[in-house]
């Protein structure tokens, strides 16, 4: 059995289910990101797990013992908020040595475990501050120290970066996987952000509508979502169709995008047009031979490392998006007749 | 078979265990609100019904209230010209009070939300600080003003300007001073909240415009802030006829209102179901303000809301 | 110059305003120095003697000591009991809540006068003498309003996941109410008391029905005193009561600061 099991876990809010059925296995010491769309459920399981909220069906079991009955103080279970939810009455150190104090510890203890804590989130010399006099980031690590100097058997994040500036969110974020690899840490990190959730998680489970649609790792999610809403949901995807041309039992089939035949190497049903999700930065261009998919360039942006075209087909948007290294966008002018190209393996069959 | 027993059985616990946590958290809450609740059924709701009760019965002149049932209390009040005359002279005041507190409090509160940092706060406080200092002193500081002997009449005849002391105590005029001095703050807060509302990108945007800036007031800052005044009128006029200490000092038998004459009823007449019928009068106009105000502001509110 | 004129005049009108608004109580204080026998303003002379001449009339004293007594009593059972009511009020949800906040909040809409006439009534009705206790009951009915106002002002904008954060360190819910919560309120709570106290010590309208010949508190003294004897001892009592407000007001000033206490009020 795995550290954290979540079994059927049911949250039902005026008679809807907004998480329905949920099963999901951590192991210990696992960063598992839970992400989604707001309404996806992510918050209201994370409650649960927190006891802030009550299961209306299946268990919640931690280190072989279920939880779901405990109230939240008895669950040991450290938390980091999206607001981070510091005591404002109390000190840098006191926000951080109250879940110590509820604990009986020797004074002489808290005394270093929270100046291990501090140092720990980089913040040794600001015990005796405010959280009003603390920048966000600041606030962000005091409520990590204090979430983890009670040495909980999971840390739980709720959107923990969500308040904070784009550059510092991504230094705030590293820090955090740092962190927890260094305590090693069952832990549980809700986001909507999905270049956070890819960056930092050794899995993810995706939600959507009370539902995990896929959990697995970064890569997997990335390049064999299993469904249409991780397909959709995840990076961006171009929408396009095929007809397909031969297919055989037990044999690659070809198929054509409007000329551009390709074989692809599983089964596709015959007689149908047959939908493909393709990612923007699978795409190439190729002015060597006629090989492709004759699209018009309509715009094109220049991104830095990288060139986002526009193409245009049969009234059909297609982005492209090309790193600048590896073709030089001022090879083709705007209002231009090109040819697009990719590789057969990176279309992703469409699951209806 | 045996694994769906299991899980019926765990579901029923759940379900038991819900229903325990709801039901006392329902008692929780009865339970904080039970001793407010149960001081004011005793010592509020219950003594007031009992006084309507008191109203509806004849007077008895040993022992106050009578055995019988009777609407005479109301109609007595309400046909007799000398009552009808305190009605109106309590309505009367409250409306003036209501137009003098506006005129002087609408520049201190323009003055006070023009006014920044620590000056703001000096001046919140000394607009505030009345509303805790007892009415009954500040009364009796107005007393000793205006006495037939006191520093405006004796500054008056110094000056020459009259010969024989003017009546100022004990009349309308004492009471509307009293009063205008007491409700004052609640006029200015209300105001004030109006005009801290104001974007002042508006006034920028009417000036930008052309408007000159007294135009201006007039037409955009005055319509703005006119909920407030409106609300502060609700609040000073509701105050101004139901209150008491004010006109009993200031105005005492001479200048009678609706409370004084209840206080009088009950306690020197003695004639409580008359005394209650008055009482329930004014806290039936009182109530009709606030009532016609609030259906009045559900209207303007619906309609900013189709703007 | 032209544009100076109606900001000048605004400042001269106000400033008119605020010497209307101190006029009775700076009257009061310097009158309470006059050497002469009878009220005066401006003071003749300056002397303490009618500050010392209160020692000769123990029946103020005795009404000042009760006021504190029955305000101190009123402004700690309203307050816990309200602060109760105000949690019950906003967080939880059941039936009725509506026409209880209406309830509470109705006392500012009777008038004075009407509920002392029924409590008065129903007092003899049911054989309650005039005690401290009649009055403080008669008392927490008229300031429950304003506790309740700004505890629930400063309750609802509170962000409940600190809360949640102590529970989740391990602390069970009285320990988050007395270490978490309440510290929180605490300004709207103080201020609450404050408003309390201050609102029994000066009430004359409800006291004046419960009182009895030995049972009167200052202002119905003040009150009484006044219809018939004209002389400065009742500015001299009536200086202390406004000193006294005025270190409150310090108090309030010192622990809050006044916009926080007229800002939560709204």
Redesign the interface.
């Known amino acids: 059995m795995s550290y954290l099991c979540l079994e059927n876990v049911v949250k039902t809010f005026n008679k809807t289910e907004v998480v329905k059925k949920m099963n999901l296995e951590i192991e210990k010491g696992e960063l598992v990101s839970f992400l989604g769309p707001s309404g996806c459920g992510k918050t209201t399981t994370l409650n649960m797990i927190a006891g802030f909220l009550e299961v209306d069906g299946g268990k919640i079991v931690v280190d072989g013992k279920p939880v779901h009955l405990l109230p939240p103080n008895k669950r040991e279970m450290g938390m980091v908020f999206q607001n981070y939810a510091l005591f404002p009455h109390m000190t840098v150190f006191d926000n951080v040595a109250y879940g110590l104090k509820l604990r009986k510890v020797s004074k002489a203890e808290i005394n270093q475990r929270v100046l291990e804590a501090l140092e720990m989130v980089r913040l040794s010399g600001y015990e005796k501050r405010y959280p009003k006099e603390l920048s966000g980031g600041q606030q962000q690590r005091v409520s990590l120290a204090r979430a983890l100097v009670i040495k909980p058997k999971v840390l739980l994040l709720d959107e923990p970066l969500s308040n904070l500036d784009a550059k510092l969110r991504q230094e705030m974020r590293e820090e955090i996987v740092g962190i927890q690899k260094k305590v090693g840490i069952t832990t549980i990190f809700v986001t909507h952000d999905q270049e956070e959730a890819l960056a930092i998680s050794d899995r993810v489970a995706v939600m959507y509508e009370g539902r995990i649609e896929q959990v697995d790792t970064p890569a997997a999610i990335y390049n064999h979502p299993q469904t249409d809403f991780v397909s959709r949901f995840i990076g961006e995807v171009n929408h396009i169709q095929a007809e397909v041309m031969e297919s055989n039992d037990d044999q690659p089939c070809k198929v054509s995008f409007d000329g551009y035949q390709q074989v692809l190497s599983h089964h596709v049903p015959k007689g149908v047009l047959s939908e493909f999700y393709l990612r923007p930065e699978k795409i190439q261009i190729n002015l060597e031979n006629n090989q492709g998919l004759k699209v018009l360039v309509e715009r094109k942006m220049f991104l830095g490392s990288k060139t986002r075209y526009i193409f245009l087909n049969n009234n059909q948007y297609l982005f492209a998006d090309i790193s600048n290294t590896v073709f030089n966008p001022d090879q083709i002018k705007e209002g231009q007749e090109v040819l697009a190209v990719w590789n057969p393996e990176d279309l992703l069959p469409v699951k209806k | 078979m045996q694994a769906d027993m299991e899980i019926k059985q765990e579901q029923e616990l759940l379900y038991e265990q819900k229903k325990k946590k709801s039901t006392r958290k329902k008692l929780d809450s009865w339970l904080l609100l039970l001793p407010t609740l149960a001081i004011f059924i005793f010592f509020f709701v219950l003594p007031l019904f009992f006084l309507f009760i008191t109203s509806f019965k004849t007077f008895d002149a040993s022992s106050g209230i009578g055995n019988d049932w009777t609407l005479q209390n109301y109609v007595k009040f309400l046909t007799d010209t000398f009552y009808l005359g305190v009605l109106w002279r309590t309505v009367k005041i409250g409306l003036i009070t209501t137009l003098a507190a506006i005129a002087i409090s609408y520049p201190v509160a323009y003055q006070m939300t023009i006014a920044k940092g620590r000056t703001k706060n000096y001046l919140t406080l000394l607009v505030l600080s009345p509303l805790l200092i007892s009415m009954v002193i500040r009364c009796y500081g107005w007393v000793i003003l205006l006495g037939n002997n006191g520093v405006i009449n004796n500054a008056l005849v110094k000056l020459g300007l009259i010969d024989q002391p003017l009546t100022l105590l004990y009349t309308e005029f004492s009471v509307v001073i009293g009063m205008v001095h007491v409700l004052f703050p609640y006029m200015v807060l209300s105001i004030m909240g109006s005009l801290e509302r104001i974007d002042p990108s508006v006034i920028r945007a009417s000036q930008n415009l052309g408007a000159s800036p007294i135009r201006t007031f007039f037409s955009v800052v005055l319509p703005l802030t006119l909920p407030g005044i409106f609300a502060g009128s609700v609040m000073v006029f509701s105050l101004a006829v139901s209150s008491f200490v004010t006109p009993a000092i200031l105005g005492g038998p001479q200048v009678k209102l609706m409370s004084f004459l209840t206080y009088e009823q009950v306690t020197t007449m003695l004639n409580w179901p008359y005394g209650s019928a008055i009482g329930f009068l004014l806290i039936f106009i009182a109530t009709i303000t606030i009532i016609v105000y609030s259906k009045l502001l559900a209207k303007s509110e619906k309609g900013v809301a189709i703007q | 110059m032209r544009k100076k004129l109606?900001k000048f005049s605004?400042?001269f009108?106000?400033l008119l305003?605020?010497i209307?608004?101190a006029?009775?109580?700076?009257?009061?204080l310097l009158?309470s120095l006059t050497t002469t026998d009878y009220?005066?303003?401006?003071p003749k002379g300056i002397t303490f003697k009618w500050y010392a001449e209160l020692v000769n009339h123990p029946e103020f004293m005795q009404s000042f000591t009760l006021s504190i007594i029955v305000a101190f009593g009123t402004s700690i059972i309203a307050t816990i009991?309200?602060t109760?009511?105000s949690?019950?009020?906003v967080?939880?949800e059941?039936k009725g809540k509506s026409v209880?906040t209406q309830?509470?909040g109705?006392?500012l809409?009777?008038?004075?006068?009407?509920?002392g006439?029924?409590?008065?009534?129903?007092y003899s009705?049911i054989g309650i003498a005039a005690s401290p206790i009649a009055l403080v009951?008669?008392h927490?009915?008229l300031t429950?309003p304003f506790v309740m106002r700004l505890v629930v002002a400063s309750l609802v904008g509170f962000?409940r996941?600190?809360e949640?954060?102590?529970?989740?360190?391990?602390?069970?819910s009285l320990?988050v109410f007395f270490?978490?919560t309440l510290?929180?309120i605490?300004s709207g709570v103080i201020a609450g008391a404050i408003f309390a106290f201050?609102t029994s010590?000066?009430d004359?309208?409800v006291a004046?029905?419960i009182v009895s010949t030995d049972v009167v508190t200052l202002?119905v003294r003040?009150?009484t005193y006044?219809q018939y004897q004209y002389d400065p001892i009742?500015?001299s009592i009536?200086s202390i009561?406004?000193l006294l407000?005025v270190v409150?007001?310090v108090v309030i000033?010192r622990v809050l600061?006044?916009?926080k206490v007229?800002a939560s009020?709204?």
């Open positions: 109606p605004l400042h009108f106000c305003v605020y209307f608004l006029a009775p109580i700076v009257v009061v009158s009220i005066v303003f401006p009991i309200g109760m009511a949690i019950a009020v967080r939880y059941f209880i309830l509470v109705s006392p809409l009777i008038p004075s006068v009407v509920f006439v029924a409590l008065l009534q129903f009705w009951i008669g927490i009915i429950i962000d996941s600190i949640q954060a102590a529970m989740n360190l391990g602390a069970g320990r270490q978490i510290p929180i605490k201050i010590f000066d004359l309208t004046l029905f202002p003040i009150y006044m009742i500015t009536s009561m406004i407000t409150l007001m000033e600061g006044v916009g007229f009020k709204n």
